[in-house]
Every structure is written in C-alpha cells, then in structure tokens.
C-alpha cells in the first residue's frame, strides 16, 4: 500500500505545481493582452474624440477637466468588455516614469497633427479564473506526467564518473547503476572517491563494493582521511580500510613486538623514536607530573630519566648505541631533541601532518627555569600499554 501511496503523492504533487505555474503564467498574459488591447482603442479612438470635442468650445476655466469626465461616461459604453472598467486619468501625462505591465496605470501614446501625445488611464480588470483554472488543470496532466516519465539533465557530478567509467570499458547500464549509487552520497564521500580514483587506488572491481557498503557513506570527513590513508596502507583492502576508519581514536602500544597502532593502523617507528615514544606514552598514561617531562638544561645530563629511560629501553631492545649514551651521559637536551623530531618527522610521513598532529607533543614553557617541557597529546584515557605478563 505504501508503494502505491508514494507515486501516488509525487504525481498529485507535480500536477498541484504545473496547476498553480500554469494558473500564474495564465493570469499574467490575459492581463497583459487586456492592457495591450486597450491600449491600441484608445490610441486609434482618442484623437478623434478630441477632434470631435473642440477642447476651445467648452465652457469653464477647465475645459481639460470637463473632457476627462465625459470621455470616461463614454468609455463605459464604448468599451463594453465583461469586468473590465477603463478611465482617463489625464490626457496630457507630462510623468515619464515607466509604469509596471500589470499596473492599474497605463500610459498610452497617440499621434494627432504630426505630433505625439501620452495620455494616462487607470486600468480595472478581473481574470476569468474559472476559465483559465479549468484549462490549467487540463493541461497540467499531461505536462506533470511528461515531467514525471522524462529523464533527468545528467548532473556535473554524474556526467564526471559515466566519462571515467565508460573509459574503464564499463557497460553503459552499468555504469548508469554506479553513477546512481555514487549520487546519493554525501558530497565529502564523493570527493574522497575523485582522489582514490585518480590515485589509482579504488578500482571498477573495488568501487561496487564500496558503494554496497552501508558504512562507507556515514563516515564522518575526519574518518574519511584514515580510510583513504588505510586503504592505501593495506593495498586497496576495502574491509581493513573500513575498519581502521571506524576504530577509536587513540594510540595502543605492543611494547613486546615494537609496535604502534594509531587509529586502528599499524605505525612502523624504528627502534629508538619508538621507545622515546612509549617513554612518552608511559608517562601520560601514568599521569605522571600530568604527563609532562622537562627537558633538561642544555649544559647538564638529567641522570634521573637518563636511568628511567635506560631501563625502559634495555628491557625491550634498545638501540646499542642509544643505550651506551644514556648510561654515559643521561638524558641530554640534543639527544632528547632530536628523538622528538625523529618520531614526528616519521610520523607525518606515514600519516600527513594534519593527521599526525593529534598523536604527537603538546609543549608548554616552564616559568621557574625557563626550560620547556613536553607530553603526548592524547589524555591518558586515549593511550592503552599492552605490557608484557610478568615472569613467573
């Protein structure tokens, strides 16, 4: 029943519109007729009247007043037109402001003795509507349903993918059943698609499915950036892609493996970023002085997280080297510097800047000595650490 009552309504309501367009645009171009029609009398009927009149015999101080009045008790008889009235309002308009089509004012131009005159009258005319509100539903029925039954203008955004598909040696119905589907998206979904076809990395095979996905068009623009990011990661694997898309946005860490996922994907840092990073991460999930670690002076080691950090790193196969330094030196400001720069530099490479920049350092500078401090910029509720079972 509901199949039948939605047609239903979308036919009554072309037919309402077509009505009504049909009504309006009848109405205006009687009225504009009517106008043109008495416009062209009184210009042919008007100068003889006047000659006939002899504006000079009339008795008063207005003979242009008295001529006015006995035109207009002539008009009623001489335009006998059903719910039509028409006056003279001045014989001589001297205001050559252009009045609107449908006013109820009409100037009218005629020529008397090789000169031209303006004269303006006052307009009352009633439409038919019966009549024309008849026709206009007659006529509405066939044009709603020509409307209804004719195809649609192919839109700009339909018109890009037939032209991309049909170059892709895709059958015209199918690729009219694609452009379909890819209409209904929203327009950030649509331009997510543009970038991954012309990447190369969405392809005729992976698109059916893509569109068939009831995900893929609610995902918001900020999961739109991990999919397109995923799906190139994990070569065009549409369900993975998917997923790292809706995973919830932190950071885990498999200290044990070396591993670091972010938003559900897979961040190969090399060995000492990453352990800087889990350092970081250890402290802000901790909450430890809030997360924040101090950098230490430039002309002195901090011994202290020198050792926090060499344990950390020993435990989970430190980088040789970076360990000997720790346990020389501490922690120096340039070491713990340049690992910083480290971890961002590889991680706006695999991520893009803009995605990256929720996952690395807040800083903050210290009043007391001057020296700035830093911490991850995920809350510590954001941060999970799957440490290793203890030994037994």
């Known amino acids: 029943m509901i199949r039948l009552i939605q047609p239903l309504q979308k036919v009554i309501g072309t037919w309402l519109a077509c009505c009504i367009g049909l009504t309006a645009v009848s109405v205006f171009a009687y ?45 009623s008889q001489y335009l006998s037109r059903p719910n039509l009235q028409v006056y003279l309002l001045a014989l001589y308009d001297t205001d050559s402001r252009p009045w609107w089509p449908l006013s109820a004012k009409l100037t009218v131009t005629w020529q008397s003795s090789d000169n031209q005159y303006r004269s303006l009258l006052a307009v009352q005319s009633l439409s038919p509507w019966r009549r024309i509100g008849l026709q206009s539903a007659l006529l509405a029925l066939p044009l ?22 049909s170059q892709n040696a895709t059958g ?29 990395a969405v392809t005729i095979d992976r698109l059916q499915p893509l569109l068939q996905s009831p995900v893929f068009g609610q995902l918001s623009p900020e999961q739109l950036a991990w999919f397109e990011l995923a799906l190139s990661d994990n070569h065009g694997n549409l369900e993975s892609a998917l997923d790292v898309a809706q995973s ?34 250890q402290r802000r999930r901790l909450n430890r002085d809030g997360g924040w670690v101090m950098n230490p002076p430039a002309n002195r080691p901090d011994t202290e997280l020198g050792e926090e950090l060499q344990q950390l790193m020993s435990q989970y196969q430190g980088h040789r080297k970076a360990l000997n330094e720790l346990q020389q030196h501490g922690l120096r400001a340039k070491t ?33 000595t001057g020296r700035s401090r830093y911490r991850l910029a995920p809350g510590e509720s954001r941060i999970i650490i799957h440490w290793p079972p203890p030994e037994k």
């Open 172 to 200: 015209l119905f199918a690729a009219l059943k694609l452009t379909r589907n890819i209409r209904a998206l929203p327009p950030e979904q649509d331009d997510c698609l543009r970038r991954l076809w012309q990447a190369h």
């Open 336 to 368: 713990v510097d340049q690992n910083r720069n480290k971890i961002k530099e590889e991680m706006v490479q695999l991520l893009g800047e803009k995605l990256a920049a929720d996952y690395l350092f807040e800083t903050e500078r210290d009043f007391k």
């Open 144 to 165: 709603s349903l020509l409307l209804l039954i004719a195809p649609r203008p192919i839109s700009r955004q339909r018109g890009y993918w037939l032209e991309q598909l």
């Open 31 to 75: 009225q504009l007729s009517v106008r043109h029609q008495v416009a062209e009398t009184i210009a042919d009927w008007l100068p003889g009247r006047i000659a006939e009149a002899k504006l000079d015999y009339y008795a008063g101080d207005n003979p242009e007043a008295l001529f006015i009045q006995r035109t207009n008790q002539d008009l």
């Open 248 to 281: 919830e946005p932190g950071v885990q860490l498999k200290p044990q493996e070396n591993q670091l996922w972010i938003h559900g994907l897979l961040i190969p840092l090399t060995k000492t970023p990453y352990c800087y990073y889990l350092w970081y991460a």
